[in-house]
Antibody, heavy 122, light 107 residues
Framework: QVQLVQSGAELKKPGASVKVSCKAS????????IHWVRQAPGRGLEWMGW????????DYAQKFQGRVTMTSDTSFTTAYIELSRLTSDDTAIYYC???????????????WGQGTLVTVSS | DVQMTQSPSSLSASVGDRVTITCRAS??????LAWYQQKPGKVPELLIY???TLQPGVPSRFSGSASGTEFTLTISSLQSEDVATYYC?????????FGGGTKVEIK
């Protein structure tokens, strides 16, 4: 079954870092970009960036440059996002999502993980 | 960066009504525009890509159109299961920006 399964909820203190995983199954992991999107409580969707698991190429939204790192491990068919220097504004659900087309440029997404709630609080 | 402006931010309509949501890009993005539906407490789902191509499995009452930098999502006959927030997203290059969302409720 084609799916993305994310790691569990996290509670972090301000200034800390968090790393969320996204395990893919049911398809050839290397062929599809993985995007990360977050959603603060009661707010809209915010695109954070993507990683190409085949090349390890990445593209980050400027807002997160210097604070975000997206990686992947093809052996474990898992993508990761790490966000550092957390503040309360980073409290959100973090989603991974698969590019709609294989071996294509970064575009729409048609498969989402279940989301991981990251709470930043002292 | 290209800004994506959705309107209205919310609407209330009756079952069976025709509903229209607009997304305006601050500059040209071709037809690289997608629409997503996010039902309360659920993960977003892709409805339309390429401005007007329906994702497989999406009911035909949903449609999308484009005119220059203005994009429209239409629900031809609103159903109770369509209660959701709808987002547009441009994808003609980084950043892949989402619109602010339109919350659709039943009157």
């Amino acid at each position: 079954q084609v799916q993305l399964v994310q790691s569990g909820a996290e509670l972090k203190k301000p200034g800390a870092s968090v790393k969320v995983s996204c395990k893919a199954s049911g398809y050839y992991f290397s062929d599809y970009y993985i995007h990360w999107v977050r959603q603060a409580p009661g707010r809209g969707l915010e695109w954070m960036g993507w990683i190409n698991p085949k090349s390890d190429g990445t593209d980050y939204a400027q807002k997160f440059q210097g604070r975000v790192t997206m990686t992947s491990d093809t052996s474990f068919t898992t993508a990761y996002i790490e966000l550092s220097r957390l503040t309360s504004d980073d409290t959100a659900i973090y989603y991974c999502a698969r590019n709609r087309r294989r071996d294509s440029f970064a575009e729409t997404v048609d498969l989402w993980g279940q989301g991981t709630l990251v709470t930043v609080s002292s | 960066d290209v800004q994506m402006t959705q309107s209205p931010s919310s609407l209330s309509a009756s079952v069976g009504d025709r509903v229209t949501i607009t997304c305006r890009a601050s500059q040209g993005i071709g037809n690289y525009l997608a629409w997503y539906q996010q039902k309360p407490g659920k993960v977003p789902e892709l409805l339309i890509y390429g401005a007007s191509t329906l994702q497989p499995g999406v009911p035909s009452r949903f449609s999308g159109s484009a005119s220059g930098t203005e994009f429209t999502l239409t629900i031809s006959s609103l159903q109770s299961e369509d209660v959701a927030t709808y987002y547009c997203q441009k994808y003609n290059g980084s950043p892949l920006t989402f619109g602010g969302g339109t919350k659709v409720e039943i009157k």
